[in-house]
């Protein structure tokens, strides 16, 4: 069973930047794609990013592309999300998630077979 605990929200201003990480419990972290995903009150989850196995493939929301950067680094069972240029309409509560391919965790939260509990951002204008 994947374990998957993410760390790095907090409050920062408008255009500010934060890294998030998640960190994965299994000794197989690289065969899973990774992903991300937020989500604000009285809303569905919203898919914001996901990577490959082996990072050679990325996905992105058109509202993050730009701004937001995945990364993993299968040597440390840790993905990450760079987020830059922040807007308060990036405020949220931010998870991961773990699925067979980065596509299919874009496509269908159904293909999801692990998450996070999440961590808050907060973006002040």
């Known amino acids: 069973q994947v374990q998957l605990v993410e760390s790095g929200g907090g409050l920062v201003q408008a255009g500010g930047s934060l890294r998030l990480s998640c960190a994965a419990s299994v000794r197989t972290f690289s065969s899973y794609a990774m992903g991300w995903f937020r989500q604000t009150p009285g809303k569905e989850r919203e898919f914001v990013a996901a990577i490959s196995w082996s990072g050679s493939r990325k996905y992105y929301a058109d509202s993050v592309k730009g701004r937001f950067t995945v990364s993993r680094d299968n040597a440390k069972n840790t993905v990450y999300l760079q987020m830059s240029s922040l807007k308060p309409e990036d405020t949220a509560v931010y998870y991961c998630?773990?699925?067979?391919?980065?596509?299919?965790?874009?496509?269908?939260?159904?293909?999801?077979?692990?998450w996070g509990q999440g961590t808050q951002v907060t973006v002040s204008s």
């Open positions: 998630a773990a699925g067979p391919s980065a596509l299919a965790i874009k496509m269908n939260r159904a293909f999801i077979s692990r």
